[in-house]
């Protein structure tokens, strides 16, 4: 099946620092969303972004299908941006399912 | 639009004995999925409906857990008879197409003891 890799796995960063967190895939895609999961468990939907850029204030994702990765950015960090964030893949052919990375699991200090 | 609404938040359970979820999905969503994530790991899913209809239940250990979707809407995740490492977190998703965005509920937080 295909494979989803992300990295860094941990990101410390203080307040107001910029971050590149990378997502890998190992087959071609039709999905491919970035996920927020709180401290309280939930996942927040973040982008829909099978290819091309998109921003939503201080955070914006690129998909390259063709090369098979994405990137989501934050900037100016928040101690509210602390958490896990997936990457998640709806793979091609058979049944289609959403594939999750490991995650990244970013902590912004004060 | 309400979201994916998920019942219990929290369960603990002795091992061996039997356990239910309950999601409602998004109003219109036609695919319903569960997903069981393993603390420190990625969601995995568990099966998936399309309408009343199971898609994938390829990774459901069917020997201690079932799911159905009646009428198409609500769901149950079912497991009996429970085992330690079933302790995790339950989510599950609903989508309108298998290709467009998934809205995840808030989960149900299973511990095992």
């Known amino acids: 099946g295909i494979q989803v890799e992300q990295s860094p796995p941990d990101l410390i960063l203080q307040e107001g620092a910029n971050s590149t967190l990378r997502c890998n895939f190992s087959?071609?895609?039709?999905?491919l969303q970035w996920f927020h999961q709180n401290p309280w468990g939930q996942l927040i939907n973040l982008f829909y972004i099978p290819s091309g850029t998109k921003q939503n204030g201080r955070l914006s994702a690129t998909t390259v299908a063709t090369e098979r990765y994405s990137l989501l950015y934050i900037s100016s960090s928040q101690t509210t941006d602390s958490g896990v964030y997936f990457c998640?893949?709806?793979?091609?052919?058979?049944?289609?399912?959403?594939?999750f990375g490991k995650g990244t699991k970013l902590t912004v200090n004060p | 639009e309400a979201g994916v609404a998920q019942s219990p938040r929290y369960k603990i359970i002795e091992k061996r004995q039997s356990v239910a979820f309950w999601c409602n999905p998004i109003?219109?969503?036609?695919?319903l999925y569960w997903y069981q994530q393993i603390l420190g790991q990625g969601p995995k899913l568990l099966i998936q409906f399309q309408n009343n209809g199971v898609v994938d239940d390829s990774q459901l250990p069917k020997d201690r857990f079932s799911a159905e979707r009646l009428k198409g809407v609500d769901s149950t995740l079912k497991i009996q008879p429970a085992k330690l490492e079933d302790s995790a977190v339950y989510l599950c998703?609903?989508?309108?197409?298998?290709?467009?965005?998934?809205?995840f509920g808030s989960g149900t937080r299973l511990t095992v003891v």
């Open positions: 998703a609903s989508s309108l197409l298998s290709r467009t965005g998934y809205t």
């Open positions: 087959d071609s895609v039709n999905n």
């Open positions: 109003s219109g969503h036609a695919t």
């Open positions: 998640a893949v709806l793979s091609q052919g058979g049944s289609e399912k959403l594939v």
